[in-house]
């Protein structure tokens, strides 16, 4: 995997060029040193007819030519320079010393740097035969800064430890192995952490993970960790929270076959962007207090497995009628979000699997987002979303919608009716806050079965990218 770039700002030796040159426009050619029957060659291939890319090669250059896709929307011009970084990678990883050149003014460079480094990830541990890759990239790029080059290694390195994390089958990522990974991490990147065992979150009367875990053999464990910088520009933190279900076989109400059941390893990716996300911002050092909270167990039918009908009451004195033990993540979300209180956050953020349904709405090319925070929290996300295209569409919370999870013998039920189950499940959410929220599902993007340019198959780290974007973007409007 692409963890480092090698950053220089002009060519030391341009007489032998080995890797990718990214160009925006026709003009740019004239920084590099070909001959003009060269130059000739590639402006007819890639200006003149049009190719998306050009494949140079003579006694001195190796070189895959690639140009700006255009577009009237920034969003896709910065998601066909990633996509294009994604195609230079096949090209860059059979060089010995990969190089990068871009002498292009107003070019998206560092979505194209991005693209190829996100499409580098490569998940072998349990190959008994291991690929060899480049771990590092040369950039030779005036327009380039350190400082983007550093933000850059930072949120792809931190989409790659959540990647792992969704990638790790639950025979070794236990809720107890979940809580050993974020503490390594912690002492890693930089930020405190604390892990509460089975004890702990009973006399804290944390219904929901327990009612979920008591199916398990393996305990659950809930997991804090801390960003607290010496001087922080918010009085009140912000919090992060993840749904941490590594292993989801529906409990007692089994999910119906098989094949739904093979990905279920990724029912954690809300916990994995979370964890990911903290390892960013710590080792950016933003300025910011930033807490992050993950509830972690199994869902098993085993001995003890909550049962459909069963009623559990949380510490804010709300009962829940379970109606499907398959609807368990936003049982441990609700504990969460409650245990979030006591830091009087000034946002709270979860970030979750939660829903079939949020997938069949808007496919795997967005998350949904909805909540009770003003319109300011929600378009900065949105837009950070917009410039990572990791993109949200928002969902109402109409009252309406309260009437679904209605109980005859408890407060309400854990599942709503037969449509608008996204917009359900964070209804039910909303039972356990009281202060500015937002809710993620990202059950579309977290995973996939294939391969789709610079998204591996696998865990996505869908999540990573916007939440740092999005948090640094809100340590610049506060300073």
């Known amino acids: 995997m692409l963890t480092a770039i090698r950053l220089k700002k002009s060519l030391e030796n341009s007489s032998s060029l080995q890797g990718i040159i990214y160009l925006s426009k026709e003009e ?16 007819d291939r890639l200006f003149i007819k049009n190719k998306e890319q050009v494949t140079f090669a003579n006694g001195t250059h190796q070189l895959l030519l690639l140009k700006q896709k255009e577009s009237s929307s920034d969003t896709y011009r910065a998601e066909y320079a990633r996509k294009a970084g994604a195609k230079a990678w096949g090209f860059l990883k059979e060089l010995g010393n990969p190089s990068i050149y871009g002498f292009g003014k107003g070019t998206h460079l560092v979505a194209f740097i991005e693209g190829c480094m996100l499409a580098s990830y490569s998940f072998q541990k349990y190959k008994s035969e291991k690929k060899s890759f480049p771990s590092s990239i040369e950039v030779i790029a005036e327009s380039l800064s350190q400082e983007e080059s550093d933000y850059l290694q930072l949120s792809v390195n931190a989409t790659f430890i959540a990647r792992t994390l969704v990638n790790e089958p639950a025979i070794y990522l236990t809720a107890p192995q979940l809580a050993e990974e974020i503490e390594a991490l912690g002492k890693e990147y930089g930020f405190e952490t604390e892990s509460y065992d089975e004890a702990r979150i009973a006399s804290l009367k944390m219904s929901g993970l327990l009612a979920v875990n008591a ?13 607290r910088p010496e001087k922080p520009i918010n009085s009140k933190p912000i919090v992060l929270v993840g749904k941490g279900v590594v292993y989801d076989t529906g409990g007692l109400s089994l999910k119906p076959t098989a094949n739904s059941m093979d990905l279920m390893k990724s029912d954690m990716a809300g916990a994995a962007t979370v964890v990911g996300t903290m390892c960013a911002i710590a080792k950016l050092k933003l300025p910011i207090e930033v807490i992050g909270l993950i509830p972690a167990t199994d869902n098993r039918p085993g001995y003890n497995a909550v049962t459909p ?20 993540g936003r049982l441990i979300l609700a504990d969460a979000l409650i245990f979030a209180k006591k830091y009087q956050p000034e946002l709270v953020i979860d970030v979750a699997t ?23 929290w929600k378009s900065q996300l949105q837009a950070a979303g917009e410039s990572t295209c990791e993109r949200l569409v928002e969902f109402p919370i109409w009252e309406e919608y309260d009437e679904q999870l209605k109980s005859n ?33 990202i059950a579309g993007p977290a995973y996939s079965k294939s391969t789709e340019s610079y998204k591996p198959a696998g865990g996505s780290g869908f999540g990573v990218r916007l939440l740092t974007r999005f948090l640094s973007n809100y340590t610049n409007s506060t300073k």
């Open 409 to 441: 013998i408890a407060d309400i039920t854990n599942l709503g009716g037969p449509t608008g189950g996204a917009i359900t499940a964070g209804k039910f959410l909303q039972h356990f806050i009281d202060f500015e929220w937002i809710h993620l599902d």
């Open 309 to 328: 009908g069963d009623v559990i009451e949380y510490p804010n004195g709300k009962t829940v009628e379970i109606l499907n033990t398959d609807a368990e």
């Open 354 to 376: 939660l829903t079939g349904s949020a997938m069949a709405a808007i496919g795997k090319e967005g998350a949904v987002m909805m909540g009770t925070a003003s319109q300011e």
């Open 28 to 43: 740019d050619l004239e920084a590099y040193p070909f001959e003009e029957k060269e130059k000739a060659f590639i402006k």
């Open 215 to 227: 199916g398990s053999e393996l305990p659950p464990t809930f997991n804090i960790m801390c960003h």
